[in-house]
């Protein structure tokens, strides 16, 4: 197949997926609701199979698959899930599914901070938020999306340009033997000083990274959660202060 | 079967595979036996405590309770409510209790890296997990789900204002109980449960973690009872407020799958807390790395779990001795005390670590910290009564 066929076919399953979830979203009869959702969740798919899959024995591809699927799936579910609690509760699933797939790559503790950090903790405030919100029955702006054209749009927009940008990324470097390493767009980058060892399997390689080779990334994002987090109490409301 | 045919599945089933089923068989079979056993002890300390009998019709001394408590459980009537969500009410207790087994895959329930265990024995599921402490956090933050689904899908007023407790309660005491364990992980410089274990099995007892982290001890069971939604925590359940908290609707199997999860819970507490702060299967004397005979194992998987058997007792006695917290003592005592103590405990150890002290330093700071947290709170408090208006202000204030 010559490259442009790729091409078209990557981004028309692309174009499948995005008018299969305007369908899904859309205020529409329950069948094509349905039919939407899984003319979206073929086109994803579709778009995933156009990359080679996974290495190594059965049981890799077998995992692999299972949790790429249950990632995508959840997603699609989330957004066109009518009930706001399964919403959450979907997206937590997709964040498991992912999970699963940074454990598949040797990042274990990539997933194990994943799943504190969204399933645990702030799909736990999501559900706090809904329960408060949603005691009884479902009100009109639970069953319709909100400009659906629009939203997809630009996320279409952004996978494909996520996409392409990873073929062009493909071809001038080449994948590497052992570990995840560095290109040499990253090495660019003056917040990233990366040293000889790019090797990330463990978490003690992975904390010598993260306080050595990119320090300045670590302590500028933790000045401003730092700073979030005091703009947040000072604009809570108060008793003392009468604002509650 | 042909001849062979055996011979040629149990080549597709490596050495591996078997020794993790045997293990995970192991774990759970003992946990479901022994969890029985646990609410019949914690029933019968109870009433001793109480100056009752307990549960005694069952066979001598009640000693078959457990077996008809479980048929009880088994044939009493299901009941969903009507305007229950039927798919989250039937989820929920399996999440909870899912969740909870999960957890216990990294703890090591035995001796491990010992000579002499027989090799289809490993006593922990899944070895070698370089971020095993965090594995059980992450998994653990996922137990709040059973509770919140649970409290949501039975359409209840009880069980929605018990689950919205005990998601708020436990979201507030993971950061403290986080935070107390990595005191050790620097100590050691490693997160993996396993070789925390070597590590202080192998130093002796003067290098149990307890000697030289006292504080991150009490600061990691006091917010891992919290965790476990176990009294003086149990706000999310408490019978004179809330009925029964976010399992006011559950009956029959799907309320038991809701304890077994809370036991769970306790005994991978309990398990913990040995492994980090006690020693594991070391006691001087009785189970060295030294002792080499035949069956050495034995008594050192004996040592692990009569140290775990007794922190259970602890929980079951502190159960009837500490009377339940209010709703804002219990987040006060973790934003305003838990909190700030293990980040200073932390800083403690970093320092020590830093600058190259003795790290027995570290014991008598912990107690300095407690002791000035102590002060502080105590100096508020009178402060605070001292500036208290009288009822004769109050009423003055009131009728102008």
């Known amino acids: 197949m010559s490259d442009s066929a790729v091409q078209g076919m990557l981004y028309g399953s692309l174009a499948a997926g995005a008018v299969g979830m305007w369908l899904a979203t859309s205020p529409r009869t329950g069948a094509l609701r349905v039919l939407g959702s899984f003319l979206a969740s073929a086109g994803l798919i579709a778009a995933v199979a156009m990359f080679s899959g996974p290495g190594g024995d059965v049981t890799n591809k077998i995992l692999f698959w299972m949790f790429a699927a249950s990632a995508l799936l959840s997603g699609v579910l989330m957004v066109t899930s009518r009930e706001p609690v399964y919403a959450a509760l979907w997206f937590a699933l997709a964040t498991l599914g992912t999970c699963g797939l940074f454990m598949m790559q040797a990042a274990p503790f990539l997933a194990a901070a994943t799943i504190i950090v969204y399933a645990g903790a702030i799909i736990v405030t999501f559900l706090f938020v809904i329960m408060l919100a949603q005691q009884q029955g479902r009100s009109f702006y639970d069953y319709r999306a909100r400009t659906p054209i629009m939203s997809i749009v630009a996320s279409w927009l952004m996978l494909a340009a996520l996409l392409w940008n990873f073929q062009v990324w493909q071809k001038s470097a080449p994948a590497p033997e052992t570990g995840p390493a560095l290109t040499a767009e990253a090495a660019a980058n003056p917040f990233s000083q990366p040293s000889e060892l790019n090797k990330v399997d463990s978490l003690r390689a992975l904390g010598l990274s993260l306080f050595g080779d990119y320090l300045y990334a670590v302590e500028i994002a933790g000045t401003l959660l730092l700073v979030a987090g005091i703009g947040a109490i000072a604009i809570a409301p108060r008793r003392a202060e009468g604002t509650i | 079967m042909p001849d062979g045919r055996m011979d040629k599945i149990f080549e597709y089933i490596p050495e591996n595979l078997l020794i993790t089923l045997v293990a995970i068989v192991a774990a759970v079979g003992a946990m479901l036996g022994v969890i029985s056993y646990l609410i019949l002890l914690e029933r019968k300390l109870s009433a001793w405590m109480q100056d009752r009998r307990g549960p005694n019709r069952v066979g001598p001394m009640g000693i078959f309770q457990p077996f008809a408590d479980g048929a009880k459980f088994l044939l009493k009537e299901d009941v969903i409510p009507a305007n229950a969500d039927k798919v989250l009410f039937l989820a929920a207790p399996g999440i909870g209790l899912l969740t909870t087994m999960l957890a216990f895959a990294v703890v090591p329930y035995g001796p491990v890296g010992v000579e002499g265990v027989p090799w289809f024995l490993r006593f922990i599921i899944a070895p070698g997990v370089d971020i095993g402490i965090v594995f059980i956090f992450a998994v653990t933050s996922l137990a709040v789900y059973g509770v919140i689904l649970g409290g949501w899908a039975s359409n209840n007023k009880y ?158 006695l502190l159960r009837w001795t500490i009377p339940r917290f209010r709703f804002d003592q219990l987040m006060n005592l973790s934003w305003k005390a838990l909190i700030p103590l293990s980040l200073a405990n932390m800083l403690a150890v970093m320092t020590v670590l830093q600058f190259g002290w003795d790290r027995w330093l570290l014991g008598p700071i912990s107690i300095g910290l407690f002791v000035i947290a102590g002060v502080i709170s105590v100096g508020f408090k009178r402060a605070e009564i001292r500036h208290r208006p009288s009822a004769v202000e109050l009423s003055h204030h009131l009728v102008t």
């Open chain 2, 159 to 316: 069980s929605a204002l018990g689950s919205l407790r005990a998601s708020a309660q436990v979201i507030s005491y993971e950061i403290p109980l986080g935070m107390s364990v990595l005191g050790i992980a620097l100590l050691g410089s490693t997160l993996d449960i396993e070789k925390i274990l070597t590590q202080q099995a192998t130093g002796g007892f003067w290098n149990w973690y307890f000697w030289t982290q006292p504080l991150a001890c009490l600061i990691f069971f006091t917010s891992a009872m919290a965790e476990a939604n176990r009294l003086p925590f149990d706000l999310s359940e408490c019978e004179q407020e809330l009925v029964g908290g976010f399992h006011t609707e559950y009956s029959a199997m799907k309320f038991a799958l809701f304890f077994l999860g809370e036991y769970t819970h306790v005994i991978t507490t309990s398990f913990l807390t040995v492994i980090l702060f006690f020693g594991g299967w070391h006691f001087p004397w009785i189970a060295t790395p030294e002792s080499t005979y035949t069956g050495a194992w034995i008594v050192m998987l004996l040592v692990l779990l009569t140290k775990v058997f007794m922190v259970i007792v602890l929980i079951m």
